[in-house]
């Protein structure tokens, strides 16, 4: 039986930088030897099936093929299905929230991060709010995410150590894993 998993590329397409065809995207995974391969959005969220793998073996993978192929260069996060819904099952804000699209989520790329966030659980981010899960952070960034003091903590602590989505993408992505 196939795994599936589920991709995420850092920083691609957004603005004029890194531009990559979904279409174009979708094919270097096909050439990886994956299958039912689907992008949702523009912005390389990459759902796909194969033979079990260590995911950081397809990341590698996927980041040099993606350079040999456009010359963009994009730290990648491979999550197995499972290791995706556990991202989605712990994120405790989500009665918090009233906008999905104000409801960040960083995904670390190293699990051990993990540790670095728990210290910002202490203070009072009001009204924001902060939830750390054992692959995520969750952050409702209750006045928008360019003003959130979080995101803007939190970038400072991991840097390029994780990947974020908003939690309509999110739940998006986990329509396509579903299908």
Do not use: Q
């Not at 094919?27 to 995911?55: C, H, I, M, P, Y």
């Not at 906008?99 to 051990?112: G, I, P, Q, R």
């Not at 910002?120 to 209750?142: F, H, M, N, Q």
């Amino acid at each position: 039986m196939d795994t599936k998993y589920i991709a995420l590329l850092r920083g691609i397409n957004v603005g004029t930088a890194k531009r990559v065809s979904m279409e174009e995207l979708r094919g270097l995974v096909t050439d990886l030897g994956f299958e039912d391969v689907k992008t949702l959005l523009n912005s390389g969220n990459v759902v796909f099936a194969g033979k079990k793998r260590k995911t950081e073996s397809i990341a590698a993978d996927l980041e040099k093929a993606l350079v040999e192929a456009t010359g963009v260069s994009s730290k990648t996060l491979v999550l197995t299905e499972e290791d995706f819904g556990k991202v989605l099952e712990e994120n405790s804000l989500t009665t918090v929230s009233d906008n999905h699209s104000k409801l960040l989520v960083a995904v670390y790329y190293d699990v051990a991060d993990r540790a670095k966030l728990e210290p910002l659980l202490k203070d009072d981010w009001t009204p924001e709010a902060l939830a750390v899960g054992s692959r995520a952070a969750y952050i409702w960034c209750a006045n928008g995410i360019l003003e959130s003091r979080l995101v803007h903590t939190i970038g400072k602590l991991l840097g390029e150590r994780s990947t974020t989505r908003n939690w309509a993408t999110l739940s998006k992505i986990a329509a396509l894993v579903g299908e």
